[in-house]
């Protein structure tokens, strides 16, 4: 898959790598209920829009450090401490 910002090639992988990032990125669109900013075109390419990343990433950071912390007061000790919840995705 290649990955583009407008037309400028951004990241060009192959599989399994591709598949499995944007895979990651649905399933904490959900977790963070915030779009990406990237789209698969169903060309074996994906565009990425710039801004809509930047708020994107902004509320995963956000959603990870109130967990972080919720986790580190629990005393739950190692582990995930429940920072990933179980996230399922219909399809």
């Known amino acids: 898959m290649l990955f583009k910002v407008g037309s400028r090639e951004t990241w060009d992988r192959g599989l399994p790598t591709s598949p499995m990032f944007c895979g990651q ?21 994906v565009q990425v829009d710039p801004e809509a990343l930047r708020v994107f990433l902004r509320a995963v950071f956000t959603y990870g ?8 007061g629990d005393g739950a000790g190692s582990g995930s401490g429940g920072i990933i919840p179980k996230l399922s995705r219909q399809r």
């Open 25 to 45: 990125v649905l399933l904490l669109e959900e977790l963070v209920e915030t779009p990406s900013g990237i789209y698969d075109t169903g060309q074996d390419e």
């Open 65 to 72: 450090s109130k967990r972080l912390l919720v986790a580190e």
